[in-house]
Nanobody
Framework: QLQLHESGGGLVQPGGSLRLSCQAS???????VAWFRQPPGEEREGVAC??????DYANSARVRLNVSRDYGKKTVDQQMNKLSPENTDQYYC????????????????????????WGRGVQATVTS
């Protein structure tokens, strides 16, 4: 089974940036990969995804986030800019195979149940 591991979280001041990285155990050519956030006590919510040449972002995060993929390193990164305390969340990467799918697409705000592989998550804390 595909294994995922997030890194790059930590503590940052308001207005600062973090770059999260999702390291996969195999090439991601045949996967849609998504980033989710989970505020304390709330449900997990998708914020970004990438598959093939397509990517998508949640409306609330579009101006702050950028997701990128490196096939050689088997990583999907999420650059987060202009962070505020409201962005203090646990962040997860997730993947779903697209083998057999005629159309490759992803929707950032799609339900978490659509993804079969998950990392353990990483904490991002924004505070002064």
């Amino acid at each position: 089974q595909l294994q995922l591991h997030e890194s790059g979280g930590g503590l940052v001041q308001p207005g600062g940036s973090l770059r999260l990285s999702c390291q996969a155990s195999e090439r991601l050519d045949y996967y849609a990969v998504a980033w989710f956030r989970q505020p304390p006590g709330e449900e997990r919510e998708g914020v970004a995804c990438i598959v093939g040449t397509r990517d998508d972002y949640a409306n609330s995060a579009r101006v702050r986030l950028n997701v990128s993929r490196d096939y050689g390193k088997k990583t999907v990164d999420q650059q987060m800019n202009k962070l505020s305390p409201e962005n203090t969340d646990q962040y997860y990467c997730a993947a779903a195979t697209v083998i057999g799918q005629a159309v490759h697409l992803c929707v950032a705000e799609a339900a978490a149940t659509g993804y079969s592989s998950w990392g353990r998550g990483v904490q991002a804390t924004v505070t002064s």
